[in-house]
């Protein structure tokens, strides 16, 4: 037991577990970058206002899980509880939209902050990835972005996912609805939890995901978005089920993914998995068409998604084996003394960067160096000291059937590329 211990609803991300998230990360960059989007890096604290006036003083992240304090410049700070807000503030402040052509996409990762009872999968920070796709109104967009988010998970072996979509309307068509849901639910008030009798007046849409098993009971015969959807709502929508099975996409349609925020237009989703436990959707988002414009840009309609890291880091534990660093180094320098050592480090790092190699410490012997490289599974060892700097030579083995042969330091890289795309030594 340490003296000192980590909050609670955080924790630290040790290998072999950190090996996972870098190689979701890594996904990221190489895949998001094929469908044109580039990263963005947000700051961790904004202005609260943000995100009460985007996300909704009725959602429960602003009524009750946000890290809120006062800086000594008596300022109202909030540690991000989500990352599209702050990705719209910074897209307006930015003018993104002007210095590149349309659609403009960015994604961000990084840490998130709510203030929740910390259960598995649940955490008070947590790592989200996320994407926005801005000025792209069409339906195209959305099953893009779709499309994206599917492949993202078959590059990660991660299967069996349920996609969800809905439509929630738009500002023309949802207040319709949602005085129907008002009227349909006030009959049955003494019934709804605290919670929902508060959304009554503030978010009736948001009784329609509330988890409170009498709540569920009650929601039944309750009136469906699709009957009030305007015609433009309703042919987006349409057109956005044909892509879907255009592109050999499954999903279903669940009139329930209302999603807790207020910004939300048209297309809502969800990605959802019962591999861990409880159902729990694993990425999630949807259309946010004025959002934009209410940070004070022109009018951009926008779609964007966040996928939590947690969760996802759990499934792809699940169906991919340790170890998850693609098995160790290829070439394990051991350097004795440290002059061999300084010559090692420059040799490793002028090496092409697709070859990896790693410089073990000098103070090792020999016998240690040997073990570590074991450990960590290197394919090559090569061996110098100072001796063989002086005559210019050093001694080379491979680790799997103890095989060696001497080679000349002049032609070191020559031959590291040559071993390392297959040719003998
Ligand atoms: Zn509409
Ligand atoms: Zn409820």
């Known amino acids: 037991m340490s003296t000192y211990n980590r909050l609670k609803g955080v924790h630290d991300i040790v290998p072999p577990d950190a090996f996972i998230w870098n190689k979701i990360e890594t996904t990221v960059k190489d895949l998001f970058y094929i469908f044109g989007y580039d990263e963005i890096k947000i700051p961790v604290i904004e202005s609260t206002e943000i995100f009460t006036r985007s996300i909704g003083q009725s959602s429960d992240i602003v009524g009750k899980e946000m890290y809120t304090f006062m800086d000594k410049g008596g300022r109202s700070i909030t540690l991000r509880p989500e990352g599209t807000a702050s990705l719209v503030r910074c897209y307006v402040e930015n003018g993104l939209k002007w210095k590149h052509s349309s659609p403009q996409k960015y994604y961000y990762m990084g840490p998130m902050f709510r203030y929740e009872r910390p259960q598995k999968g649940r955490m008070r920070q947590f790592y989200q990835i996320g994407a926005e796709c801005f000025a792209a109104a069409g339906p195209e967009a959305d099953a893009e972005m779709l499309f994206m988010i599917n492949e993202f998970f078959k590059k990660l072996k991660v299967r069996q996912l349920r996609l969800e979509i809905n439509s929630i309307g738009c500002k023309v068509c949802r207040p319709a609805y949602k005085s129907a849901l008002s009227e349909f639910f006030a009959h049955k008030e003494d019934l709804l939890c605290n919670d929902c009798c508060e959304r009554l007046t503030k978010n009736p849409l948001r009784i329609l995901d509330c988890k409170v098993d009498s709540c569920g009971q009650l929601r039944k015969g309750a009136p469906l978005i699709v009957d009030y959807l305007c015609e433009h ?55 946010y068409d004025d959002l934009v414009e209410e940070f004070g840009g022109r009018s951009t309609p926008a779609i964007g998604f966040a996928l939590g890291m947690e969760r996802l880091a759990d499934l792809v534990n699940m169906v991919q084996v340790p170890p998850y660093n693609d098995n160790g180094p290829f070439f394990y320098f051991a350097a004795l003394g440290e002059d061999a050592w300084m010559y090692c ?16 410490e000098w103070t090792r012997s020999l016998k240690s160096h040997m073990n570590k490289a074991s450990s960590l599974n290197a394919k090559y060892v090569v061996m110098l000291g100072s001796d063989e700097i002086q005559k210019g030579i050093a001694t080379c083995k491979r680790l799997s059937d103890g095989s060696q042969v001497v080679i000349a330091l002049a032609h070191i890289e020559d031959f590291v590329k040559v071993v390392q795309s297959g040719g003998r030594p």
């Not at 480090?345 to 073990?360: E, F, H, R």
Request: proline letters at 1%.
């Open 233 to 287: 709502c309703k042919s987006h929508h349409e057109r956005l089920r044909e892509l879907l099975d255009k592109m050999h996409l499954s999903f279903n349609d669940n009139p329930l993914i209302v999603r807790g925020l207020d910004y939300y237009t048209k297309t809502t989703f969800e990605f959802t998995t019962d591999h861990l436990g409880a159902q729990n959707a694993v990425a999630a988002g949807g259309r």
């Open 345 to 360: 480090l420059s040799i490793v790092n002028n090496l092409d960067k697709n070859i990896t190699s790693i410089c073990g």
